[in-house]
């Protein structure tokens, strides 16, 4: 028989609403027998497909690798796909028409990290690694694909391949990879979408999903300061911004923890500071000579929030502090120039209760341990809760994994199934 390749499919656009519990695709012949059996029999298939996207972790919009490999499995699998954004993918098993559920997976990896995992699939891109676990989900995804391909659902299955998650790359607008999806509606016309990231700080066979707020806000922030340049020996020449910075700093760190004080017991606020640089040009801080006196120093940091109008109050506390800072600067006769940046890089994830219980009903039937608490953690979840009934959740792949965002995070491969069982069954309620 021949066979012709996949045609790519249009995103669904929002549907009308429907009850959750006829939502949900039911495969032909359905049991729980069948989700355990194929867990087990694809244990092989998993450990390799993570090896493979473990070894090409790539940076926020240039997973291209891992854009091909993705093709790649849902051509052998006569999966229609369509292309979304650079290097975004939305997949659909089943009846486009129909009722649709939706799985969400992270791509990207971490840039400016070296991977020191040593295990197989180490990584063949160089200062870039899979410090985050996407390799992990992005396993259980072609996982996914395979099991509704051999198992075609009642309605449709939609599998979003979502890059940048850990920031907005060389987006033109800042935005990072979810909100570039909710944009062009990969996540329009579900009737629920599932997403679960690994968590170190949980044991393995542990899942943590809540009602309500999941995930919190995030700012980025940076603040520029402009002096004169001039050279060591001649320091009345010029105007030396990194003095005029250490004063900012000073100012900075007591209006934060003044903004601290005032959390109530219900929110969370958290700001600092992570890099700070000077030279003759901000973007390229030391490319002058040390004995070069800078034109401009930067500081950059970000915020995580989650509270009535916190935000609004930081953009109000950095408004306020760098106009002090001029205006002080002017009283001395140094006109030092501030310029400063605020953008929103993540909105708090909200759970649908109604999703949270088929989460719910997948752990305890997985014979899976159940947590509930607010992960600290900005997320893309943010922005498919705006567009979707989501259930973003933490499967714990133990402390043995190491410490996020490091060389050396590699969850074990007991998490692997773990994952793809608590995948299949919130997909198949």
């Not at 979707?388 to 007991?414: I, M, N, Q, W």
Request: hydrophobic content about 40%; proline content about 6%; glycine content about 8%.
């Amino acid at each position: 028989m021949l066979m012709t390749k996949p045609q790519k499919t249009d995103i669904l656009t929002l549907g009308s609403s429907i009850p959750l519990e006829q939502a949900f695709p039911t495969p032909q012949e359905y049991t729980m027998d069948q989700v355990k059996n194929f867990v087990r029999d694809e244990a092989a298939v998993l450990l390799s497909n993570r090896a493979a996207f473990h070894a090409i972790p790539e940076p926020s919009y240039g997973e291209r690798m891992t854009m091909e490999l993705v093709v790649r499995e849902l051509v052998a699998l006569d999966i229609p796909y369509k292309e979304c954004g650079p290097t975004g993918i939305v997949a659909t098993i089943g009846d486009a028409s129909a009722r649709t559920v939706g799985a969400r997976f992270n791509m990207d990896g971490l840039e400016g990290c070296a991977d020191h995992t040593a295990h197989p699939g180490v990584s063949t891109v160089e200062n870039c690694a899979h410090a985050c676990g996407h390799d992990v989900e992005l396993a259980w995804a072609i996982s996914i694909a395979r099991y509704f391909a051999k198992y075609p659902p009642k309605g449709a299955i939609r599998l979003v391949f979502q890059p940048a998650e850990e920031g907005p790359g060389n987006d033109p607008q800042g935005r990072d990879g979810g909100k570039l999806m909710a944009e062009a509606g990969a996540f329009d016309g579900l009737e629920a979408l599932f997403s679960f990231h690994v968590d170190p700080d949980l044991p393995t066979g542990t899942v943590c999903v809540r009602e309500g707020v999941a995930t919190v806000g995030a700012l980025d922030f940076s603040v520029t300061i402009t002096g004169r340049a001039s050279h060591l020996s001649r320091p009345q020449e010029g105007l030396n911004p990194i003095w005029e910075m250490s004063r900012f700093l000073t100012r900075f760190d007591e209006a934060r923890h003044q903004m601290f004080e005032t959390v109530q017991p219900d929110e969370y606020l958290r700001i600092d500071v992570s890099q700070v640089g000077s030279g003759l040009s901000c973007e390229h801080p030391f490319a002058a000579e040390i004995n070069t006196l800078p034109a401009g120093a930067e500081l950059r940091g970000s915020v995580r929030c989650l509270g009535h109008l916190m935000d609004q109050a930081f953009r109000s506390l950095m408004r306020n502090i760098t106009r002090e800072g001029e205006r002080e600067a002017r009283q001395r006769g140094e006109d030092f120039v501030y310029r400063y940046t605020v953008q929103e890089c993540a909105v708090p994830t909200r759970n649908d209760p109604a999703v949270v219980a088929i989460a719910r009903k997948a752990i305890r039937d997985a014979g899976l341990a159940a947590s509930d608490q607010v992960k600290y953690w900005k997320d893309a979840a943010g922005w498919t809760s705006q567009r979707a009934r989501v259930c973003h959740g933490y499967v714990g792949c133990s402390a043995e994994a190491g410490k996020l965002h490091t060389g050396t995070f590699y969850p074990p491969a007991d998490v692997l199934p773990v994952g793809l069982e608590l995948f299949l069954r919130c997909l198949s309620a």
